[in-house]
């Protein structure tokens, strides 16, 4: 065998080896991802229930809507870059939320009566807690957020996954939403960013105080 044919087999090999290395890389984000999908399932579940067990006493239902999704790859090279990470499969375990799941509901003190009862679950386990509500940010956003890990049982055994849980009302899903595609990190002027921020800040305490109307008269009628 010759230099050149032993290259050629070197390079045979090597490719072979990395097109192995690259599918057992893929089948492992595959599977990861599919867990993250499932720990999704387990807790917008759980929602559901409460959902429906809160209706028998109450006759109306906190939950207005669920929505769930799996963070796109993009997103998460964005992420995975910003906080200065390698882009490496082990790297995703440092991110809390490439599962989300929102729960809009239809008051605020819904919000923190969902967030106990999930809590209380003892297949959660808070991670962390961030009130926007209690503490608005800067530009008015609102929201409760929750990290919490819960276990999914697959075929080989449990593993436990992170769920990033956001809760908001009505009124602050139709701010978030709508802030979020003017300009929520959009690279604005300053000028721009200065008087839209002053602006959306105070429709978010405007949506804040219909939030405590809208609770009054619940209130009112209940207690007819
Ligand atoms: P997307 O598209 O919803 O997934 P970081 O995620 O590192 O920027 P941190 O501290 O990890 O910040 O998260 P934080 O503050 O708990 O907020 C995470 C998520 O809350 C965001 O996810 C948004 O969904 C939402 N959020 C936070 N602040 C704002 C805001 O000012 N406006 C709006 N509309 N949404 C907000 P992502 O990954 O940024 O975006």
Same mark, same amino acid.
């Given at each position: 065998?010759?230099?050149?044919?032993?290259?050629?087999?070197?390079?045979?090999?090597?490719?072979?080896?990395?097109?192995?290395?690259?599918?057992?890389?893929?089948?492992?984000?595959?599977?990861?991802?599919?867990?993250?999908?499932?720990?999704?399932?387990?807790?917008?579940?759980?929602?559901?229930?409460?959902?429906?067990?809160?209706?028998?006493?109450?006759?109306?239902?906190?939950?207005?809507?669920?929505?769930?999704?799996?963070?796109?790859?993009?997103?998460?090279?964005?992420?995975?870059?910003?906080?200065? /990470?390698?882009?490496?499969?082990?790297?995703?375990?440092?991110? *809390?939320? =490439?599962?989300?799941?929102?729960? =809009?509901?239809?008051?605020?003190?819904? =919000?923190?009566?969902?967030?106990?009862?999930?809590?209380?679950?003892?297949? =959660?386990?808070?991670?962390?807690?961030?009130?926007?509500?209690?503490?608005?940010?800067?530009?008015?956003?609102?929201?409760?957020?929750?990290?919490?890990?819960?276990?999914?049982?697959?075929?080989?055994?449990?593993?436990?996954?992170?769920?990033?849980?956001? /809760?908001?009302?009505?009124?602050?899903?139709?701010?978030?939403?709508?802030?979020?595609?003017?300009?929520?990190?959009?690279?604005?002027?300053?000028?721009?960013?200065?008087?839209?921020?002053?602006? /959306?800040?105070?429709?978010?305490?405007?949506?804040?105080?219909? *939030?405590?109307?809208?609770?009054?008269?619940?209130?009112?009628?209940?207690?007819?």
């Amino acid at each position: 065998m010759n230099d050149n044919q032993a290259l050629q087999l070197l390079k045979l090999l090597t490719d072979e080896e990395s097109k192995k290395k690259a599918k057992e890389l893929l089948q492992s984000l595959r599977s990861t991802m599919s867990c993250y999908q499932c720990a999704l399932m387990e807790v917008e579940t759980k929602f559901k229930v409460l959902n429906e067990r809160f209706s028998l006493d109450h006759e109306r239902n906190p939950i207005d809507m669920i929505k769930t999704r799996i963070k796109c790859a993009e997103s998460i090279r964005e992420k995975l870059q910003r906080k200065g /990470l390698p882009l490496i499969p082990s790297s995703l375990e440092k991110l *809390d939320d =490439i599962a989300g799941i929102r729960v =809009i509901c239809s008051f605020v003190d819904d =919000i923190y009566m969902l967030s106990d009862c999930l809590l209380q679950q003892d297949d =959660i386990f808070l991670i962390n807690k961030k009130d926007y509500i209690k503490n608005p940010k800067e530009n008015g956003y609102r929201s409760l957020h929750l990290i919490v890990e819960t276990p999914v049982f697959l075929e080989s055994g449990k593993r436990m996954m992170r769920v990033e849980v956001q /809760l908001r009302t009505i009124a602050m899903e139709f701010w978030a939403s709508l802030e979020h595609r003017l300009r929520y990190k959009k690279n604005l002027s300053d000028e721009v960013n200065q008087l839209t921020l002053k602006e /959306l800040s105070e429709c978010a305490s405007d949506a804040a105080k219909l *939030d405590v109307k809208m609770q009054k008269i619940r209130d009112l009628i209940e207690s007819c």
